[in-house]
Each structure stands twice: as C-alpha cells, then as structure tokens.
C-alpha cells in the first residue's frame, strides 16, 4: 500500500511524452539508443496484454471443458514444441546454456508422456468428470472469472506502482542498493497477491465440489443431481474470504517466499561483475524451482483437504501428508502429472503469446524506446501477466481435479452413488483406491453452507 500510494500518483503525473522527448534529444540516448516510453505507449502497452491475456485465457479454458480428451494430449506436444521453439530462439542469439536448457526441458516434457502414457486414460476420465461438475456448478466458472479480474486490476497498479516509485527514485539519486531492495519488495507482493488470488479461487471452487460429492443426490424423476442448499459456490467464497482466509494467506506466504528468494538471488546474481560460478547459478536456480514445485504441489492438496474439512492450514498439512502417505507421493504426482502438463502447456503458451505480441508492438511503434533492457523489463511483465492471468482461471480445474482425488480417497462411495458408470471405470483403472479417510465437514441444512 505503501510503495501504491507513493508509486502510482507519480506515475499517473508523470509526463511520459516530455520525459520520451528528453531521453531522445539528449547525447546518451543518440549513443545508446532511445531510453523512454511516450505516454500513449504505456496506455496501450498495459491495455494490449490485459485485454490479449483474458481473451487467450477464456478460450483456453473454454476448449479444456469442451475438448478435454485432446487437449490432455495435445498439452504435452505442444509444451514439447514450445519448448523447443525457445531452445531455436536462444540458440539463434548464441545463448548456448539456455538453449540447450530449453531442449532438454522439451525432450523431458516427452519422456514424461512416455512414463505416464498409462496414467492419461485415468486423468481423462477425471476430468471430465471436473468438466461435468464445472458446468452444473456455474458459480465456480464465474469465481474464476472474478479472480483474473482482479489480477488485471492489481497488475496494473502494480506496474504504474513500480514505475512511479522508479521515478521517483531517479529523481532523488536512490543508490543501486536501495533500487534493488525496493525490487525484491515489489516482486514478494506481486507474487504473495497472485498466490492468494489463485488459493482463495481454489478453496472456493473445492468447497462446492465438496457440496456437490457429499450432500447432494441423484434425483431419478429427472435424472438430475439436486442440491439440498442454493448458491453454493456464493457460500463457499464467502467462507474462504473469512474463516479460511487466513490459513490461505499462510499457505500462499510459503510460496511466494520460495519465489521472492529465487528471484532475489537472481537479481543479486546479476548484479555481480563476476559471473565465473555459472555452474553454481545454474544448479541453484533449479534447487529453488524443485522446492517451489514441491510447495505448490503440497498446497494444492492441503487447501482441498481445507476446504473439505473447515480446518486451519496446519492440520490441513498434517491430514495432507496421511494423504501422500497412503498413496505414495510418486503414485499421486503421476496420476496428476496429466493435468498439470495442461496447466504448463497454457500457461506458456499465453505467456509466450504475449510476450512476442508485446515485443513486436515495441517494435513497430516509432514512438517507443529502442533501449534492449527496456524492451526486455516491459515484455516480461506483459508475458507473466498472460501467464497468471491464465493461471488463476484454470485454478478452477486444478481445484477439482484435486478435491475430486480427495473425496475419492476418503469415500469412493460418493461418486457410486452419483455417477456409477464413471465410478466403474475409474475403479478399473485405479484399483489402489483407499477407502475411508478423515470425516468432511458438515454440509448439511443448518451448517455454515446453508
């Protein structure tokens, strides 16, 4: 609040134009190329990648929940692709360890599918059963909506934000220290904001799957599965902005330190004159990137298991790993392993699109900065907005597919009762199914659901 209050009214009053014009006549912009944005690119820079992040967002989501059989498939080839693709970028440049980071990615993309080829029939036929019930339950497709509203909105506060606060820094000669301090800070609240957005759109949606499997019936009249309660998902956002909230922000808080630090020693990494340990940068980089994971996959899992239970975020934990437990963590990564190949697959690929959008809008406007480091800081923001932006929406499908997991392992018998035919061939494929488990919470008339 405090870097917005002092950061977006002086980016607001600040003349872009008048500053472009000032860069481009003085001598160090003649020898290093033109240093500013004129006041019309901005606008249209922040307008371009929301409004191309939405709209490659909502049609990403719309043919997982239409097609999602081909679309499980396709996920891995074209993250293969697209990696590969990144690979050929860099290596045109002769970036040669981050081109041959990138194929290797592609080609371990491949040999996942490889691995978990016998797994994709089961993933499919979880998912559509996540399509099935994201489709009765339309409040949750609108919770998801919500939420990359509101990331639309606090990405562009945080991005006049910054570039206010920079201005202002510049004109009172902040030291390269404090630069990189107010740096950090930024990137831990853009990133501890975009996890909470997506945990609080992901406890919602599990809290009305969780209605939908334990206290709803089949009505045989009208073959419909009927609700004892209305505006359910209405209810389950309302319980996961306040008695669960705080548990979210604590679980989201161990991420984004994961991602604060990594970027940290990034940041400070390259601030080094010294870039003799590039082995040593390289393997922490990836250290940092499998704890992140390993977080995040342990998180999904705990806030469906919170929004299944009503409980705090550490007996959530403790419950979480029982669950890893009985399964095997390995057995559990591999049979989510599909679904989440979709959330990398769309995620880069609206990440990428946006980014060369971006770039070649840069490129074409005659009244844009031809500074590289410029270009290179606007197109990475654009591009990790398409990337979140699509990520809060398809949290929507990560939900379910887990609390769908979840409610199996504590009672298969509620996807019987349901949907028998799906519950068959999910038992024939996963016959490992443990029954029994810790007791859900009470969604009952007269709970805090009704």
Known sequence: MALASVGVPRAIAVDFDQSYHLARNSDSSRRNGIVGMAQKDVKLVIGLAISLSASVSAAWFALIIIYPGPMMHMSYFLSAGLMTLSSSYFAYFRAWTAAAVWFFAGVFFLLVYWWIRRKIPLAIVLLKVVCKVLVELRGTIVAAFVGISFVAVFWAVWFLAVLGANQWATERGASAGLRVCVGIVCLFFLYWTNEISRNTVHVTVSGAFAMYYFASYHDPATNTIELPVSHVTGKSALRAFTTSFGSVCFGSLLVSLVQTVQSAADLLRGDRRNRNDRGGNHLSTCLFSGVDDLVMFFNKYA?????????????????????LASYGGLDLLSRDAPVISIICASSLATGMLCCFATFAYLELSPTVAKDAGLVAVVCACAGLLGLWML?????????????????????????????????ERILDMWPGLIFGGDSPQDFSPGSGFS
């Open 303 to 323: 806030f469906s298991k919170l929004a299944i239970h009503g409980c705090s975020y550490c007996d959530a934990a403790q419950s979480t790993h029982h669950l």
């Open 391 to 423: 990520l809060v929406l398809i949290e929507a499908i990560l939900a379910g597919n887990a609390v769908t997991i979840v409610c199996l392992a504590e009672d298969p018998y509620m996807l019987q009762r349901l949907q028998p035919d799906l519950f």
